[in-house]
Structures are given as C-alpha cells and as structure tokens.
C-alpha cells in the first residue's frame, strides 16, 4: 500500500534537533532509524519506515553539507545558501561545539596531535562514546587551539568572537585550550578524582590572574 504525503515546497532549512543530535552522536543512518523507530515517531506521524529512512538520510546530507561551515561559524552566519533563523543557527553552533566531559577529562592536558588522535579508538572504548563523535570533538579543540593560540587580547572574548559560543562554552574552551597549551599532567592517578568542572575552574582564575589572556589584556 502507498504511503501518502503532503508535500509542501520553502526556502527555509529544516532542522530537526534530535536527529542532529543522533549525527553528533555518531549513529549511522540505519542505528539513527532504528532509535527513532524505538521512540514511537511513526505512530506519531503515521508515515511508515521507508519514509522515516527518507526523512533521517536527508537531514544526514544537509548536517554534512553545513558542517564546512559549523567548522568556522560566522560563515554559517553569513552564508546564503542555507536559510536558517539566527537562534537555529546558534542551536546548530553550541551543540556542534557541545563536548563529552568523559571524553575531554581523558584529553586534557595532552598535545593536540595526530599522536593523541591515534589513541581516540582507546578513549572511545574506555568512554562509551562513538570514535566518530571522538573525533569531531577531538577536532574541535584542535581548530579553536590553532585559530586563538596566537591572539592578543582575552582568551575566552576571542573564542566568543571567532566560533559564537556561549559564554559557558567559551570559557570551558578557555580551559582546554590553557591545558593543551600548558601540558599540565592532569590524567595521574591521584588526579583521577578531579572533574573537568574542577579544572576549568583551575584554568579561570590562572587565566584572570596569571596570564596574557586575562580579561581586558
């Protein structure tokens, strides 16, 4: 029996945020379609599952094309191409950059190097976290390393200016780009206790206190 659609035809880039949040997590087309089918969306909507393949391969290729521009947000910001409301665009921004706390604590502090990229199928077995999300987060803090490594001025005012994120998430940026530029030894045993959170708080007030990257330097 034929499925029957409405069809309708705009401008505007659809975005659902839970099948996003499946493409960062890592799932495949096929394991995204079955955790939406466990989630009871087609007796929601009423369109069968060849239809919801349909629906969650297309939102696949639209993360995939946008995500060239989630690599350097104010180009997602003033593209054309893609007709997002701006408060869509900061949704996409934060939870590209969004991170893992299991997977940054087992990062902090290492070299941001193709050396510590060849140990992401480790991190990513210890973590329960998908290699393919280790390694966009991975990439992540390796960009914004790279781009405010050699900036003047506040640390965490210059991630802000340069990839949009929240204040929050700027700040905890803040701290991994002063761990991996630092290379303190934060992955001993003694140390294991210590959560991300407490080390981003180490890094605030060294950073307000102590560095070039103070506020207003």
Same mark, same amino acid.
């Given at each position: 029996?034929?499925?029957?659609?409405?069809? $309708? &035809?705009?401008?505007?880039? +659809?975005?659902?945020?839970?099948?996003?949040?499946?493409?960062?997590?890592?799932?495949?087309?096929?394991?995204?379609?079955?955790?939406?089918?466990?989630?009871?969306?087609?007796?929601?909507?009423?369109?069968?599952?060849?239809?919801?393949?349909?629906?969650?391969?297309?939102?696949?290729?639209?993360f995939q094309m946008l995500e060239r521009l989630l690599h350097y947000p104010?180009?997602?910001?003033?593209? +054309?191409? *893609?007709?997002?409301?701006?408060?869509?665009?900061?949704?996409?921004?934060?939870?590209?950059?969004? $991170? #893992?706390?299991? *997977? &940054?604590?087992?990062?902090?502090?290492?070299?941001?190097?193709?050396?510590?990229?060849?140990?992401?199928?480790? %991190?990513?077995?210890?973590?329960?976290?998908?290699?393919?999300?280790c390694r966009r987060q991975f990439d992540n803090f390796k960009r914004v390393f790279k781009v405010v490594e050699e900036m003047r001025g506040a640390?965490?005012?210059?991630?802000?200016?340069? @990839?949009?994120?929240?204040?929050? +998430?700027?700040? #905890?940026?803040?701290?991994? &780009? @002063? $761990?991996?530029?630092?290379? $303190?030894?934060?992955?001993?045993?003694?140390?294991?206790?210590?959560?991300?959170?407490?080390?981003?708080?180490?890094?605030?007030?060294? %950073?307000?206190?102590?560095? +070039?990257?103070?506020?207003?330097?």
């Amino acid at each position: 029996m034929a499925n029957e659609l409405d069809v $309708f &035809v705009g401008n505007t880039t +659809l975005i659902d945020e839970d099948v996003y949040q499946l493409w960062l997590d890592g799932y495949s087309v096929s394991d995204a379609v079955n955790i939406r089918l466990k989630s009871g969306i087609l007796d929601q909507t009423g369109a069968g599952p060849d239809v919801l393949e349909s629906d969650t391969m297309d939102h696949y290729r639209t993360f995939q094309m946008l995500e060239r521009l989630l690599h350097y947000p104010p180009k997602l910001v003033q593209q +054309l191409l *893609f007709q997002i409301p701006p408060y869509k665009q900061s949704m996409l921004i934060e939870r590209y950059y969004a $991170f #893992d706390e299991a *997977f &940054v604590r087992e990062v902090l502090g290492k070299k941001l190097s193709k050396g510590t990229k060849k140990d992401l199928d480790d %991190i990513s077995a210890k973590t329960g976290v998908t290699l393919k999300s280790c390694r966009r987060q991975f990439d992540n803090f390796k960009r914004v390393f790279k781009v405010v490594e050699e900036m003047r001025g506040a640390l965490v005012e210059n991630i802000q200016q340069n @990839f949009l994120l929240s204040d929050k +998430l700027a700040r #905890d940026y803040a701290a991994i &780009v @002063f $761990f991996a530029n630092s290379r $303190f030894e934060t992955g001993k045993r003694k140390l294991q206790y210590l959560t991300f959170e407490d080390f981003a708080t180490c890094a605030e007030h060294l %950073i307000q206190n102590w560095t +070039l990257g103070a506020v207003g330097a």
